[in-house]
């Protein structure tokens, strides 16, 4: 998986047509604030494996930023694997 790009808010502001062009090939692209992460623009097909796995941690009472619990990881790694093969879709886990 390849690291996101940072951008300062000034720089996302003065280049979004590129941070745009760079999400429709697969690229995210996250927004620094006051040295902090406070946006992340990502490629529109990869949003619902991020619903998807925000649910399950919610679901689990974690943090996706913090878990490092191996049996949830395995549990997330699981899930995109089912949905990348299309044998579970996000509206028959997101009840």
Do not use: C
């Amino acid at each position: 998986m390849t690291k996101a790009r940072e951008v300062s808010a000034r720089e996302a502001r003065a280049t979004l047509p590129d941070i745009l062009d760079a999400a429709k090939r697969g690229r995210t692209t996250v927004v620094i604030r006051h040295a902090k992460p406070v946006a992340a623009i990502v490629p529109a097909a990869g949003l619902e494996m991020y619903n998807l796995v925000r649910h399950i941690m919610v679901q689990l009472g974690e943090s996706i930023a913090v878990s490092t619990d191996r049996t949830i990881v395995a549990a997330v790694v699981r899930a995109q694997d089912e949905i990348a093969r299309e044998k579970i879709f996000w509206d028959e886990i997101a009840e």
